[in-house]
């Protein structure tokens, strides 16, 4: 079977509608006399992409059969045989999705004639609307073409024609998508998956002759076949050139010159009167000295730079910085910092020491994505880079940060197009300053492709129910919907900004902070801690860091909410047997975030409040808790191993149910670890209890 990408949302999935009229009922016997398809492209149906044909059968057609389709022998007899045009209609089809109504029928046909025409047709995953729908609308009373078309109020003007038919099933299948998405259904594999366990339908398909196939989560793309793993384990700071060169707009082209050959750089950052960056290259400069002599021959370097300077972060992979390299057509970036100030370049030069190819793209296709459609195409492509990644035996937490970076670039894009849409809807744009922060894992770099929405929004001022905030509640909304429509779900905690309790303003985040450190249980703070793991991901990322520095101040300064935080931490228990076996579900898994993951991660984050270190990861908590001599090393680093052992084996466990079409969760089949697997796990719960045992109050 051809490669494709399984993990593709439905909203960005390329897809080919298609619909028969046959000789008969009969799979095993009739004939085509008619074929159409039409394309989709996620929830848009692309009618310049159509194909119809009319088939000559080679066998009489029943006047039973001409009396539902009109079609009769005279119609069709100058028209080509299936074998003439088997060509044209599998080059149409491709490798895009396949979507009808009773596919399986179709599918039967089609399969039988290509293989009587000798032409060897592989078929792509199918979708079937009347399967998807028992699932999307299960109290219908009838699942036929017309009883859908009815329901979502469509009206198909050419009943029993190949092509009204397709396209009224495509806008059938259109309207399902956000039916499907209320139920955990968002990619083609989870479609597939979904349409094979309902079992009826599902057995009567196959009677037809129609097998769901199973695929993996690699893309069809030829670029992203093969992988190198060193631009997803090194971040930009790791190369750059550092610190950057700056020098006026003013100084003459010559000096530029000569502090280029100086310091043996390849480009220069100018600044003009206003203070705005931009760059010069050596290329520029050899340029400018060119024209010498002549009359529009450029005085200073100001003249001979570009701007804007194009940028990248400091804490980017190293993929990124090339992905957007690649896109731009350029060979020099800025690199920034948090605050946006520039502390290097990065060139080329900086990037010889890895060998990757174009499967790099994958950062700069989020940040410039035009729509939702072609967002969730680089959503898709999320799980194939861990799949690339952890085939090369990458640690499962490089591998979790760069799932944590891209999503971060998800709703940092997500965020961009929801102030694009309030300003299409008259809304204007932002009304003051603002940042958009992702919470929890997200924050931490500690994310897995199960991840759903953790957000939180801080403006500059405004008042709870003010203009700042209902502008900011109204472009969260869209927000959340972007992000979910790409594959990233609603929190089922309503931890979303578009929630009221987690979008405020600087003083109010301020007041609600001093509210939290001011709880007595353990159970009024649900969620608060999360917090303390913020991280910015679009904005002005210094009212990010002012609450979030204020978070800290004043955790650190309240033993009592320290105390409470220690003991919903300590609230845990290994999920151990009686004889020291895992205990597991009916299912044979075991929820490992619960069970080993979030002791781990909520006590190094109580260690960091308590002992002021301001790292964000668990590792880096964990390891500047160790550097203050504070605690058992023996019991810090058993908990950092424990931390890597548990977080790769959900991550193996998503990555396969995600080529499944399974839901994705954090609970583990132990059964399929084997027993060295299995023995690890075991040793890395059982190191948990000497992390919870460091935060009690006699030994800190």
């Not at 009808?100 to 609307?129: E, K, M, S, T, W």
């Not at 009359?295 to 990124?320: C, K, M, N």
């Amino acid at each position: 079977m051809r490669e494709v990408n399984l993990a593709t949302p439905l909203i960005a999935l390329e897809a080919v509608v298609l619909d028969t009229e046959t000789t008969g009922l009969d799979a095993r016997t009739a004939r085509i006399v008619q074929f159409a398809a039409v394309g989709v492209r996620g929830a848009a149906i692309e009618p310049e992409k159509s194909l119809i044909r009319l088939i000559n059968p080679q066998m009489p057609i029943p006047p039973a059969t001409t009396a539902v389709h009109g079609l009769s022998d005279a119609d069709v007899s100058g028209a080509p045989a299936f074998a003439a045009i088997a060509g044209e209609i599998a080059g149409f089809i491709g490798s895009s999705a396949i979507v009808g109504h009773n596919i399986g029928y179709d599918l039967a046909i089609l399969h039988r004639q290509f293989a009587a025409a000798g032409h060897d047709f592989v078929q792509p995953p199918a979708l079937d609307i009347r399967v998807l729908a028992r699932i999307g609308i299960p109290s219908l009373a009838q699942y036929t073409l017309d009883a859908l078309c009815e329901w979502f109020g469509v009206h198909n003007e050419k009943r029993h024609d190949a092509m009204g038919d397709a396209l009224a099933t495509a806008a059938v299948y259109v309207g399902l998508q956000p039916l499907l998405r209320e139920r955990n259904i968002r990619t083609l594999a989870e479609a597939v998956a979904a349409s094979s366990r309902s079992s009826d339908e599902d057995q009567r398909q196959l009677v037809a002759g129609w097998k769901p196939l199973e695929g993996d989560v690699r893309p069809a793309s030829p670029t992203l076949k093969r992988i190198d793993s060193f631009p997803y384990r090194h971040r930009v700071s790791d190369l750059m050139s550092a610190p950057a060169v700056v020098i006026e707009g003013r100084t003459p082209v010559r000096e530029a010159l000569g502090l280029v050959i100086e310091r043996r750089i390849s480009s220069i950052l100018v600044k003009d009167g206003n203070g705005e960056i931009g760059i010069a290259t050596e290329r520029d400069i050899l340029r400018a000295l060119h024209k010498e002599g002549s009359a529009d021959a450029p005085a200073t370097i100001g003249q001979v730079s570009s701007r804007p300077l194009q940028t990248v972060a400091a804490d980017d992979f190293v993929y990124r910085a090339i992905g957007r390299m690649d896109r731009l057509g350029i060979r020099h970036l800025g690199v920034v910092d948090h605050e946006g100030q520039v502390v290097g370049v990065v060139t080329p030069r900086n990037l010889l020491r890895q060998r990757a190819t174009t499967a790099i793209a994958l950062g700069d296709e989020i940040d410039s994505a035009s729509d939702v459609a072609t967002l969730g195409i680089a959503r898709g492509r999320l799980a194939f880079v861990a799949q690339s990644l952890a085939e090369e035996q990458v640690d499962a937490r490089t591998i979790c940060s760069v799932i944590s970076s891209e999503l971060g670039a998800l709703t940092a894009k997500a965020a961009s197009m929801a102030e694009a849409r309030m300003a299409e809807a008259g809304r204007g744009g932002p009304p003051v300053r603002y940042a958009v922060l992702i919470l929890g894992s997200g924050g931490r770099g500690e994310s897995l492709l199960a991840a759903d929405q953790d957000n939180a929004i801080v403006f500059e001022h405004g008042e709870p129910g003010g203009p700042e905030d209902v502008w900011f509640g109204e472009m969260a909304t869209h927000m959340a919907a972007i992000l979910d429509e790409v594959g990233v779900p609603l929190c089922k905690g309503g931890v979303m900004a578009k929630t009221p309790e987690w979008r405020h303003s600087v003083e109010g985040w301020k007041r609600v902070i001093d509210t939290w450190v001011g709880r007595s249980r353990p159970k009024d703070l649900l969620n608060v801690d999360i917090f303390y793991d913020a991280a910015p991901v679009h904005g002005d990322a210094a009212l990010a860091g002012e609450i979030r520095d204020y978070a800290f101040a004043a955790g650190h300064r309240s033993r009592s909410f320290q105390m409470l935080l220690t003991e919903l931490a300590r609230d845990w228990r290994a999920p151990f047997t009686l004889f020291g076996g895992i205990k597991v579900d009916e299912k044979g898994r075991v929820d490992l975030k619960k069970g080993g993951l979030m002791p781990i991660f909520t006590g190094a984050r109580v260690l960091a409040i308590r002992h002021d270190v301001r790292a964000t990861a668990t590792p880096a908590r964990l390891a500047g808790v160790r550097a203050l001599g504070i605690g058992s090393a023996e019991d810090l680093d058993a908990a950092d191993e424990a931390h890597r052992v548990i977080l790769g084996a959900i991550l193996d466990q998503q990555l396969r149910d995600t080529a499944a079409g399974l839901p994705l969760s954090n609970r583990v089949e132990v059964a399929r670890l084997g027993k060295e697997m299995q023995a690890e796990l075991k040793t890395a719960l059982g190191a948990i209890s000497g992390l919870t045992g460091l935060l009690s109050e006699g030994r800190m």
